[in-house]
């Protein structure tokens, strides 16, 4: 009787181990690749060939396709979202994000890095936009991406690693609107509280 019952306990967590995920090869320079092309993309300076700009409803497909690789539950923009740049930079933002943090559980020194050139071209590409509107829209999109599309459960356990990526995190909005505005103040707090 416990010959059997031990048996298939063995045999249950054999057939686990083998569907244990690896690292994919190409998610780093994925990830840097579409951090270079998004910056451009959110700003609009991609010429028509290259890709667009964000709002015109079709150039984040190549973007999001690249996410999808490696993040296949990422959901595409409904039609009510169709257009709209603060919509598809926060799917986007929120993409290349999730693959950051899923970069962190295999590589937590990468990510870190990652985390902190994905901030800093978030940033640049707020402050090189053409038009008050325009930082505003991608001010928006960064904001709701990193808040409403952020999946914090791909994040590692790895506790340096951790306080490194949410320290990165935390800093976006107080980048993008000042020091000490609301924004600022809701974005720390809601990243402080990843820790608990």
């Known amino acids: 009787m416990f010959r059997n019952l ?3 306990l063995a045999g249950a967590s054999g057939a686990n181990s083998d569907a244990k995920k690896v690292l994919s090869p190409t998610l780093r320079p994925d990830v840097y690749t579409l951090i270079d092309k998004t910056k451009l993309w959110a700003i609009g300076g991609l010429s028509a060939g290259a890709g667009g700009q964000a709002g015109d409803g079709v150039s984040y497909g190549p973007l999001l396709a690249v996410i999808q690789k490696h ?3 990422t959901k595409k923009l409904g039609l009510e979202s169709f257009g709209q740049p ?3 930079i926060a799917v986007i933002v929120g993409g290349i994000t999730n693959m950051i943090l899923e970069l962190s559980k ?3 020194m990468s990510a870190g890095m990652a985390m902190r050139t994905w901030v800093d071209s978030l940033v640049e590409a707020h402050s090189k936009a053409s038009s008050e509107t325009r930082k505003d829209l991608i001010a928006k999109g960064i904001t709701r991406g990193l808040n409403q599309y952020t999946d914090v ?3 590692t356990k790895d506790f340096t690693t951790k306080i490194q990526i949410i320290g990165c995190l935390k800093t976006v909005s107080s980048r993008i609107y000042g020091a000490g505005t609301d924004e600022a103040r809701q974005n720390e707090a809601m990243w402080s509280s990843k820790f608990i």
């Open 153 to 155: 459960t791909l994040l």
């Open 71 to 73: 993040l296949p539950e």
């Open 86 to 88: 603060e919509s598809e």
């Open 106 to 108: 295999w590589e937590g």
């Open 6 to 8: 031990s048996s298939q």
